[in-house]
């Protein structure tokens, strides 16, 4: 996941769809958030065959999910992947917090 979250596009391909989650899930309204991937790329100035590469990326990562239909391809967040990411960061964020703990209690 992080390996394909290092690329600053794909990173903010990421970024755009998951500010279109709700906390907890990927979905308004009873459905899941879809974008298109021509949506995308849409002021990112990059070409949209660079934006398919990037989508292939996110998808081979488990990031994303994808689904055609007809010509358009519809992307939308993995929220079991949103879910993986938040608690790697807060098991991140508890253990550096315990350190700090740890350090301080020896210092006095």
């Known amino acids: 996941m992080f390996k394909a979250l290092s690329n600053p ?13 709700g906390p907890g899930s990927c979905r308004l309204a009873g459905r899941d958030v879809q974008r298109c991937v021509g949506d995308l790329g849409k002021g990112m100035g990059i070409a949209p065959s660079t934006v398919s590469h990037h989508v292939k990326e ?11 239909r007809g010509k358009t ?15 790697f960061f807060a098991k991140r964020v508890d ?4 350190r700090r703990i740890r350090s301080a209690r020896k210092e006095s």
């Not at 596009?9 to 989650?21: G, L, P, V, Y």
């Open 9 to 21: 596009n794909r990173m903010r391909i990421f970024s755009i769809m998951s500010r279109e989650c």
């Open 58 to 68: 996110l998808k081979r990562a488990g990031l994303i999910r994808v689904e055609r």
């Open 73 to 87: 391809i519809l992307c939308s967040i993995d929220p079991g992947a949103v879910r993986s990411l938040a608690a």
């Open 95 to 98: 253990t550096e917090r315990s």
